[in-house]
């Protein structure tokens, strides 16, 4: 698959939405169940959250994965903490599209001042924990039944990675 990353841009938001929607329906995304209007999202990645940034990631001109980082909390004392969200269309999994949109996304981590990267998925996803343990995140936390889904409570598990002088790009 050949794919590119890039800046997400404001005609990129229908595509977007309609992968978060795909994961809501699937019942895979933290955020919650309900699918977001392309307004929501817009509000969610780009309105609320300035300062931060969002990919794309594009095969033949097509929008099959997206990134974002926002806020954990919107307090100044932990305005050098964000969460990282990677969605992935269903067809474009494990073909290097959400590896290729968390590299960008780490590699700006230290360009945007963070200190701490937070990433969080249900305990029964054992492909996504893997995924966050690969890119060298490590299991902080749980928030144990939290998250009801028609009568089902799931685990959500917190992972973090501290952006440290090692995880900066060099710069030649």
């Not at 903490?81 to 269903?90: C, D, K, N």
Request: charged share 25%; hydrophobic share 40%.
């Amino acid at each position: 698959m050949s794919h590119q990353v890039r800046r997400l841009r404001a005609g990129d938001l229908p595509s977007v939405t309609e992968i978060y929607n795909a994961a809501c329906r699937a019942r895979e995304s933290t955020q919650g169940m309900r699918p977001w209007s392309v307004k929501e999202m817009d509000e969610f990645i780009t309105e609320s959250h300035l300062g931060l940034e969002a990919y794309t990631c594009a095969n033949n001109g097509a929008v099959v994965g997206w990134a974002a980082f926002t806020p954990y909390r919107v307090r100044e004392d932990v305005r050098h903490t964000a969460e990282m969200s990677i969605y992935v269309q269903h067809s474009a999994r494990r073909k290097g599209v959400g590896c290729a949109l968390a590299r960008t996304l780490l590699n700006r981590a230290n360009i945007l001042d963070l200190h701490c990267v937070l990433a969080m998925t249900f305990e029964d996803t054992p492909d996504v924990v893997s995924f966050v343990e690969k890119h060298g995140f490590s299991r902080a936390g749980c928030f144990p039944e939290i998250f009801s889904n028609g009568g089902k409570n799931s685990d959500i598990l917190i992972f973090e990675k501290l952006i440290t002088v090692a995880d900066r790009p060099r710069r030649l």
